[in-house]
């Protein structure tokens, strides 16, 4: 008999006054990480479309957190709507030590790209931060320190949304010669909003990379997350 094939959900927070367009968009990326996983059924559901991650989840899959620390969601939120299922959680995609690499290449490629020299170029991260809690900060900041060394004379500031220092705050001082990476998985309303009105703010005249998420490379470091994820031997329920 054939061998069913096994089972990873990717989920994200998703937007909750409007869930259908950002799960659209978490679709579209399980269908890019599937591609590199043959054999495997790769669903999606973001916590914010009401019974979504309950339909898609099955006794034994891989549960891939689309998020960039191990805060609130992934360490409260997503363990109690998973209750009474058995699984295999994978790290959170803001802590993947393969991230750093995947930005300092779209760094490198965009800063080429405008002929400006690694050396005079300044690279703004925008992350999420929180005022509840140390872990988005924590994680921003790890990031960080893995990307420094891989961009060797660049000079990486970092600003966040909800708390100091603030983008507006971080971005201010740097010159046109500059590039803002946004430290998030998809892109919600703080990079729709948020940003942009923080970077208008700050009088900024460079230019914005897409979301960590949606860098060149995201499909198939997730796909070896979940490959490591589902060989691992603890299993969480």
Partial sequence: MPQSPRTAVITAHGQPSAPGPAEAELAATAAAVAAHLPGWDVRSATLAAPGRLEEVMEDDAV????????????????????????????????????????????????????????????????????????????????????LSPLLPGCSLTLGYVEQDPRIAA?????????????????????????????????DFGGSVLPVAGALPGVPALIAKAIQAASLDGRAAG
């Fill in 63 to 146: 549960v891939y957190p689309f998020f960039m620390s191990r805060g609130y969601f992934t360490s409260k939120a997503l363990p109690a709507r998973l209750q009474g299922k058995t699984c295999r959680m994978a790290a959170p995609f803001g802590l993947d030590a393969g991230l750093p690499d995947l930005a300092a290449r779209a760094v490198r490629q965009a800063s080429g790209a405008k002929g400006w020299p690694l050396q005079e170029t300044h690279l703004l991260l925008a992350a999420h931060g929180s005022a509840r809690g140390l872990r988005a900060a924590e994680a921003a900041e790890a990031f960080a320190a893995g």
């Fill in 170 to 202: 971080a971005a201010s001082p740097l010159p046109a010669q500059s590039l803002c990476l946004p430290f998030f998985a998809q892109a919600g309303d703080h990079v729709k909003q948020d940003l942009p009105e923080a970077l208008e703010a700050a």
